[in-house]
């Protein structure tokens, strides 16, 4: 234990841990990781203060020309009813979220390219029309023309999950496309100077300690502002139906070690965290966390954004559920971000 210990220490003051040294972390026993876990929250504290920070997401697109083996809207699965917001629904719901104090929005879909780069960068241009928010895309593999056209309106950030640091693994999961593509992608991102996010997920089939060591590694060498690790959730109409669903202890320590390794990046509270276990989405925010999003758009649609099960309980409106956001941050003892929360800018950095 003295080893892991000194070992964490050394990452606390810049060292940089090598493949082995992150795995030793993220194997570690229930009985073990109280170190760990409190190295790892007050990390988050130093770099990232004592605010949650707080993003909206409209899912506005539930169509997908992709066969992602985990997904629920993946193109083979004929029964979900596919719906897309117009260009003015999705303005609108922005308008809303703003007016329920949001300064964050996150605009997801599947990869549908139905919306053209000039819908898309009317939808910034209005966006950032109403108020001074920032903007995260999060619509998966564009071209190179259509992120710089993005980030030329006003998009802010962008979003794309590696999800799995394995080569091989992920062009297994993922027939349409490749890994080397995945990460040119987040690489041109940021580039284009973008705020740029990106995750894996916990506990998908073929996955190891190492594989997430790896995922963590991945992260810091690309230099990512943002980090989305969650569980994998089976989804019953798709080929990994069958498989477990991620351990929440295995996420809690990715998360932990994301923070020591990442320094001051952006990790929420992901939504599947929340969906397998409502107890750990407290307890993520004890352990590096400092984000978390919640769902804007209208219920009709959020039914059909079916990339993993989950329950989607009372339908309140968006002011209700924000009140309910901040209350759920109080209660874990922590703040409520009150500016765009982007990277860098937390701590009163300029
Ligand atoms: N089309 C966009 C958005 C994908 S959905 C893109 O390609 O980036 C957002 C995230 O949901 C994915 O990146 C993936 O990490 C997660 N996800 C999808 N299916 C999941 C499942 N069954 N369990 C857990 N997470 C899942």
Redesign the pocket.
Known sequence: MNKIKELIDKICVGYDADLEELESLIALERSEVTYLFEASDKARMQYCGNEVQVRAIIEFSNY?R?L?A???LNAENKTVARYRMSVEEIVENAKEAIEAGYRTLVL????DQWYTREMICTIVKEIKKIDDVAITL????RSYEDYKAFKEVGADRY???H?TADEELYNSLHPHSSFKNRVQCLKLLKELGFQTGS?F?IGIPGQTYRTIAKDIMLLKEIGVHMAGI??????PLTPLKDASTGSTFNTLKAVAVARLVLKDAMLPATT?LGVVDSKSKNLVFSTGANVIMQKVEPYKYRRLYD??PKPLGHELTIKEERKKLDDFILSCGREIGASRGDHGKLLGQF
């Open positions: 997908c992709c992602c985990y997904c629920g997801q879909s599947g990869e999060s619509m998966g593999e979003l794309i999950k999800e995750g997920m969650g569980p994998f959730i089976p989804h599947s990339i993993y």
